[in-house]
């Protein structure tokens, strides 16, 4: 008696085509791998929880690409390196969470002052100080923003999902390059060890940027050139013939430092107009069900995970809300969300997990009629959307 054989059945998609092949992924491995898919050929960091599987990832991988993976005494030397390498030519990125984020803001200040571009994923956990290094948090919003001292371009991208922890990461990579400046990637503990399923060969969503050459010999070069152009500098590599000082001083259009008027002027503005003059290109949102929203949620990051489905479910009730979510935490998306609130609404709800960091961004930006009303957990747990919804059935 012979066996019947069994065929081989690939699953079938809604509309009746072979699906794409799926596989579980976390948020952190996510991260590594839009870093390689990138272009990212440098790693440098210390290992802190929950960002650490970013780095055991690249560590495996980074050396059979023909990149460079290395392990520092700590945060601060970490830094050091990534612009080190990235003057060498390499799109270079490090990883690390709260306290290691803090240790890392001088050399974030220096490499924002010199253009040099370079990718760092804050992994956000509780705090402050040590926190709680295994819970959730989002209290770096603002840290990403003003962490470093003086007047620096800030721009920091916040994933909900693993799969747009991938995109994400390229597209750090991409606005590093445009920009000349170091790009925050922030995510969460959530984020990070969650795992979904995602596509086993990822469609990029944008082309990828590589670093702009300079178009002229090398005794014509001017790394911080003249003429009025705020984005897409070339950027000469060390080693390759081409003679330029880097510091963090303020500088001239040669890279030396200066305590001429004019120049201080031209440096200062430089570095903040790259980015306020292209905030239009850079910002990003997503709105979701704010079709006749009586009442907008304001999420980003894990916590809008729970916002969207507390939308879902208040929807079902025959409430009107919608949920707006900054994908882009800096620059802040202002013009979307004022468009979206709009004359309508009637109240906005932020809902975060923190004490009140992106609601004191979304008063600013509302007209004063607009009530504002924060929701927060600062437990180390993700907010639950029960409890969302509770806060929104007292407002509506």
């Known amino acids: 008696m012979t066996k019947a054989r069994q065929k081989k059945t690939s699953p079938k998609s809604g509309d009746g085509r072979k699906a794409d092949p ?27 929880t929950p960002s650490s599987e970013i780095m055991e990832y690249l560590a495996q991988k980074m050396p059979r690409i023909g ?59 509780s705090g402050p100080s040590t926190g709680l290094p295994t819970k959730t948090s989002q209290g770096d919003f603002m840290q990403a923003r003003f962490g470093s001292h003086g007047d620096i371009p800030a721009i920091a991208l916040v994933p909900e999902s693993p799969i747009e922890c991938f995109h994400l990461t390229v597209r750090a990579f991409n606005l590093a390059e445009e920009y000349r400046t170091p790009v925050v990637l922030l995510s969460d503990e959530v984020n990070a060890h969650m795992r979904e399923n995602v596509p086993m060969k990822i469609e990029l969503e944008a082309e990828i940027r590589e670093r702009r050459e300079p178009e002229v010999p090398p005794s014509w070069y001017k790394h911080y050139p003249e003429e009025v152009m705020v984005r897409d500098r070339p950027m000469a590599v060390f080693g390759e013939g081409y003679r330029f000082h880097v510091t963090g001083l303020t500088h001239d259009h040669e890279g030396f430092p200066s305590s001429k008027r004019d120049q201080i002027i031209d440096c200062h503005t430089h570095l903040v107009d790259k980015v306020r003059r292209n905030a239009h290109r850079i910002a990003a949102a997503e709105k979701y069900r704010m079709r006749e929203a009586k009442i907008v949620i304001v999420a980003a990051g894990s916590a809008a995970r729970s916002a969207k489905e507390a939308v879902k479910m208040l929807r079902n009730m025959r409430i009107k809300i919608g949920l707006f979510r900054p994908i882009t935490m800096w620059p802040f998306p202002k013009k979307q969300l004022q468009e979206a609130v709009g004359r309508k609404a009637k109240a906005v709800l932020v809902v975060e997990q923190n004490f009140g960091q992106m609601a004191v961004i979304v008063r600013y930006y509302m007209p004063r009629r607009m009530p504002v009303v924060h929701l927060n957990q600062v437990d180390g747990e993700l907010i639950e959307p029960e409890k969302i919804i509770a806060k929104v059935t007292e407002l509506y």
């Open 22 to 48: 799926m596989r579980l992924v976390s948020g952190n491995k996510m991260i590594a791998e839009g870093a390689l898919a990138a272009g990212c050929r440098f790693f440098a960091g210390y290992p802190i």
């Open 67 to 125: 990149g460079k993976f290395i392990q520092m005494e700590d945060e601060i030397a970490s830094m050091g390196a990534v612009i080190g390498a990235s003057l060498a030519g390499a799109k270079a990125m490090t990883a690390t969470s709260g306290p290691g984020f803090s240790l890392m803001q001088e050399h974030i200040g220096y490499a924002a002052m010199a253009e040099v571009p370079c990718v760092i994923a804050n992994v956000m956990r």
